[in-house]
């Protein structure tokens, strides 16, 4: 039989979906299929953990609680070491792995799609609520500076809260970028992703030469502006110690900047090469 009549038995064969209805279709029903999933009420309960380390403080601190050193210290010790790997690695690795896994990423294909943008559609619904959550409780700590008695939140606060806003937002998008590249190329993402952000990441980001820039958390923590009323003990002696005798010219913000954005993007496209080496089904 030749390509003619082949043809002709089928019928002609259907043109792709073009790339942005495609990628928007794929992520209004990825959106959809995630907020419905159980593991975001824990998710939101987890990420109330700042909240209610700012009421303790508010309980327990002598005095007016200093509110820019506490953002700061939120930002730098709660959401970038912890919080948002964790959001990233519930929503972001499960997003691309588990469709794969379940052979149910095929049911996208009544017309095809290319795989490009069945990767992005996904990638970019949970990067949305991986975001969306990450602001929400950065919207309830703001809230708890004002209402809860922390004394005038001056546009001083305001700004800086809106750095950390902007920093925490920053790192969810890098590391769901990360995550869903690892959710793409293994068969269980949450191993290396558990390695990276509790292994690698915490043993490497506090060794005070050049090789800590080689994770995410050295370069979040370098877009974290810690108010000059910081105590001087509030980072640890032994770690001022240790940067003095083995003290090295810091880091600009936008070097910073510059890697975690080559993260996302070198993620993003490793991520939909490695779906395009996937066996599935059908093939996109």
């Known amino acids: 039989m030749n390509r003619e009549t082949a043809t002709a038995s089928t019928g002609p064969v259907p043109t792709p979906v073009p790339d942005l209805t495609a990628i928007s279709v ?32 508010r309980i327990w601190y002598p005095g007016e609680p200093p509110a820019g050193l506490l953002l700061a210290l939120l930002a ?3 959401y970038i070491p912890f919080l948002l790997p964790v959001v990233a690695m519930a929503v972001g690795a499960p ?19 290319r795989r490009h943008s069945l ?38 606060v305001i700004r800086l809260h809106a750095e950390m806003t902007t920093v925490t937002l920053f790192g969810t998008l890098a590391y769901t970028a990360l995550f869903g590249c690892f959710g793409a190329g293994f068969k269980k993402p949450l191993a290396p992703a558990i390695f990276l952000a509790f292994g690698w990441e915490p043993l490497v980001a506090n060794i005070p030469q050049r090789i800590q820039e080689l994770t995410l958390r050295f370069h979040l923590r370098n877009l974290v502006h810690w108010p000059d009323t910081q105590p001087t003990d509030v980072k640890g002696v032994l770690e001022t110690l240790l940067n003095r005798a083995l003290e090295r010219a810091p880091v600009p913000a936008y070097q910073s900047i510059a890697v975690l954005l080559g993260i996302v993007v070198v993620s993003t496209v490793a991520g939909v090469y490695l779906l395009r080496r996937q066996q599935l089904d059908r093939q996109g």
């Open 26 to 57: 794929v992520a209004a029903a990825t959106w959809r299929e995630l907020l419905r999933r159980k593991r975001l009420y824990s998710l939101g309960a987890l990420l109330m953990l700042p909240v209610l380390l700012l009421l303790a403080v």
């Open 76 to 78: 730098g010790d709660v």
């Open 95 to 113: 997003a691309i792995s588990e469709p794969i896994s379940e052979g149910t990423l095929v049911y996208f294909w009544t017309r095809p799609l």
């Open 119 to 156: 990767y992005l559609g996904r990638l970019i619904a949970a990067t949305m609520v991986a975001c969306g959550m990450v602001l929400l409780s950065q919207a309830a700590v703001f809230a708890i500076l004002i209402f809860a008695g922390f004394g005038d939140v001056d546009m001083a």
